[in-house]
T-cell receptor, first 113, second 110 residues
Framework: NAGVTQTPKFRVLKTGQSMTLLCAQD?????MYWYRQDPGMGLRLIHY???????AKGEVPDGYNVSRLKKQNFLLGLESAAPSQTSVYFC????????????FGPGTRLTVT | SQQGEEDPQALSIQEGENATMNCSYK?????LQWYRQNSGRGLVHLIL?????REKHSGRLRVTLDTSKKSSSLLITASRAADTASYFC??????????FGPGTRLSVLP
């Protein structure tokens, strides 16, 4: 099993550009999450999904959109990137929610200039 | 607002020593988890302790949970250089989400 994979690993965007981050998991997990991690801070939840076709907002959803068209994939979109979105983005999945351990992807380092 | 807060923010010890880090949280939880993050990597799950448990062991790791004080501690015994990483606690508050603290940076010096 590959576990949780993320593409791309690195990206540099100019302010106003858009992009989509892809997360894929092959563990048949129901729940998937997108976090951002900034220096000196823990992970902050952007959006999450409790199953195919469902999404919900987390702590810091503004400026991001998500889609979960297939159970194994969770996409994070930035429609108009801003320098404040410079961060490391992590995707995670878990079998059935917060009573189970999360499996994390390797992260995507995004810089917005 | 963050549910969990780790203490200390940073810790340096010699190889072979024990490392203790603490996590405090604000609201009632169903379980608490500890994760490790090596530099430039994703988080890796270490251990989960449920609200009705007081202590749990996994190899060189010992986790305690005191729900009356809303706190947990992670003890790493006989530390190794490979234990150098950031350690995070994550709590759930009855929902399906996790809330992470800012982490403790552990440096184990050879």
């Amino acid at each position: 099993n590959a576990g949780v994979t993320q593409t791309p690993k690195f990206r540099v965007l100019k302010t106003g550009q858009s992009m989509t981050l892809l997360c894929a998991q092959d563990m048949n997990h129901e729940y998937m999450y997108w976090y951002r991690q900034d220096p000196g801070m823990g992970l902050r939840l952007i959006h999450y999904s409790v199953g195919e076709g469902t999404t919900a907002k987390g702590e810091v959803p503004d400026g991001y959109n998500v889609s979960r068209l297939k159970k194994q994939n969770f996409l994070l979109g930035l429609e108009s990137a801003a320098p404040s979105q410079t961060s490391v983005y992590f995707c995670a999945s878990t079998l059935l929610g917060a009573s189970y351990e999360q499996y994390f992807g390797p992260g995507t380092r995004l810089t917005v200039t | 607002s963050q549910q969990g807060e780790e203490d200390p923010q940073a810790l340096s010890i010699q190889e072979g020593e024990n490392a203790t880090m603490n996590c405090s949280y604000k609201t009632s939880i169903n379980n608490l988890q500890w994760y490790r993050q090596n530099s430039g990597r994703g988080l890796v799950h270490l251990i989960l302790i449920r609200s009705n448990e007081r202590e749990k062991h996994s190899g060189r790791l010992r986790v305690t949970l005191d729900t009356s004080k809303k706190s947990s501690s992670l003890l790493i015994t006989a530390s190794r250089a490979a234990d150098t990483a950031s350690y995070f606690c994550a709590t759930d508050a009855g929902g399906q989400n996790f809330v992470f603290g800012p982490g403790t940076r552990l440096s184990v010096l050879p």
